[in-house]
């Protein structure tokens, strides 16, 4: 159901009680559009105009929001208590929700008509809170304010409005373009193999195939690993892995990748496992067979190592993982090794893989309180904090292009050059995150991580893997939408 929106009759009559101060500076009415960013251009000064005093409404306001528990999401509380100091009127009562629960509280809390005001979420199961009636469109909102909207990138915003109808029911915060969008080498492995990186990798132009010979060059099975990738029991991540595959151009998303390389198909209908779909069977082959000659450990031997980061504790030749995975790692490696990281490589026959991975934020559809929930919804994605998540804190920048194309992220010790390439990698364009049509991405990954995790763990091989896991998850995928 789609029908939660918010009227521009009622918006405007809720907005006339609003608060200004600062926030109404960054939020206020369009009056005109503003010039694109050129290419390149250093990072955009983030400054909020001041206006004339207006004053604050009688009436208090106490907006609840769920937000994600721990410290790498201390940006939503910072912002929050920047918005209580804006509208002194308006108390915002936090909420801390452990990651893994927040889906399952949604809906439940939606249920019984308790969802926060504003909440966070991602988009694997942002959409099917959409199509539940819990959050409520924005699209209205979008119109008579200005929150700086063309600030996000392109891509991104048209993998929001992909899987509800083109509609917007929540804003993107923290994005990377691939789950393994970086890959961290320990040089000290490679110059003791005599092995060196392509002279372009570090600006993206090497190959699967020179991967592949380094980590056969520089890695000992039972003694020094190879590789490791973040997150292969998960479709997104998978995704990203197997359009690497693909040819470069001609297919659906922004990214370009031909369909035939896409684990689920374009439409959300159909999981393409099998063997007429040889470029995602090479691309899932090419990782099976390097943990089945030893080349990348297994759940066993990650479990037999008790919690021990190969790559960090300079055991392992290379490792994929989020474009802002090497400022983690800088603090665990110290001065082990020589780390370098370089762009996520091209397949093939030329296509570098890419699936958007994002958080939301969204606003209650029954929320008493529709015109400042949205400008808080606003405010914890405008470009301050969008900045900040990306540079003092220890995600990624939210999906702002003046946060990406910042040279304060491009400076950052481990990973400036990495996000350099990946601001221009969005600016490109992303292709979009596998989701099935009926919304029901959670499921989906539950079933595919049960399904092919005894694959990667050389418990069976494809034909085994597919036999089951095809049927189980074309199953989930031609149930109907919530």
């Not at 005109?32 to 306001?61: D, F, N, Y």
């Not at 019984?112 to 809170?129: C, E, I, K, M």
Request: proline share 7%.
């Amino acid at each position: 159901m789609l029908e939660q929106r918010l009227s521009r009759r009622a918006l405007l009559q809720a907005g006339m009680i609003s608060a200004v101060g600062l926030l109404a500076a960054a939020c206020q009415p369009k009056v005109a559009e503003k010039p694109a960013e050129k290419e390149g251009q250093a990072e955009k000064e983030v400054t909020q105009a001041s206006e004339q005093p207006v004053a604050a409404p009688s009436e208090k306001i106490t907006l609840r929001l769920g937000k994600f528990a721990g410290d790498a999401w201390d940006f939503d509380a910072i912002w929050a208590e920047k918005f209580m100091e804006e509208n002194p009127h308006i108390t915002v009562q936090i909420e801390d929700v452990v990651y893994a629960e927040m889906f399952k509280k949604g809906l439940a809390q939606g249920a019984t008509g308790l969802v926060w005001d504003v909440f966070a979420g991602h988009n694997r199961w942002s959409p099917y809170l959409a199509w539940k009636g819990i959050c409520l469109q924005l699209d209205d909102f979008i119109e008579t304010h200005d929150i700086e909207f063309d600030d996000f990138f392109p891509s991104v915003i048209a993998d929001v409005r992909l899987a509800v109808d083109d509609k917007l029911f929540y804003l993107p915060t923290v994005v990377h373009p691939g789950g393994n969008g970086v890959v961290g080498f320990n040089m000290d492995l490679l110059n003791d193999a005599g092995v060196s990186l392509p002279e372009g990798a570090i600006e993206g132009d090497w190959t699967i195939m020179d991967w592949e010979e380094i980590i056969r060059g520089a890695a000992k099975p039972g003694e020094i690993w190879g590789v490791q990738l973040d997150g292969m029991a998960q479709p997104h991540y998978a995704s990203q892995v197997t359009r690497t595959w693909g040819l470069p151009e001609g297919g659906p998303g922004a990214g370009g990748s031909t369909e035939d390389s896409w684990l689920q198909s374009y439409d959300g209908r159909t999981l393409q496992l099998g063997d007429e779909f040889p470029r995602v069977k090479a691309a899932l082959e090419w990782y099976y067979n390097l943990g089945l000659e030893g080349y990348r450990p297994t759940d066993i031997d990650l479990q037999q190592l008790e919690g021990v980061d190969l790559f960090t504790a300079g055991k392992m030749v290379s490792r994929g993982g989020t474009v802002g995975q090497p400022e983690t790692w800088r603090a665990r490696i110290g001065d082990t090794f020589e780390p370098l990281y370089v762009p996520w490589p091209k397949g093939p026959d030329g296509s570098r893989g890419s699936c958007l991975s994002y958080n939301t934020m969204a606003v209650y559809a029954k929320t008493k309180h529709p015109e400042e929930a949205c400008l808080l919804a606003a405010r914890l994605t405008s470009p301050e904090p969008a900045l900040y998540a990306g540079t003092e804190g220890t995600l990624h920048c939210m999906a702002r292009r003046s946060a990406w194309f910042s040279e304060k992220l491009w400076s950052r010790p481990a990973s400036g050059k990495a996000m350099e390439f990946a601001a221009h990698w969005f600016d490109s364009g992303i292709d979009p995150y596998p989701m099935p049509y009926n919304v029901r991405a959670q499921e989906v990954q539950d079933a595919f991580t049960q399904h092919i995790t005894p694959y990667w763990n050389g418990d069976e091989n494809w034909e085994e893997m597919v036999s089951h896991a095809q049927p189980a998850i074309q199953k989930i995928l031609d149930e109907p939408r919530p």
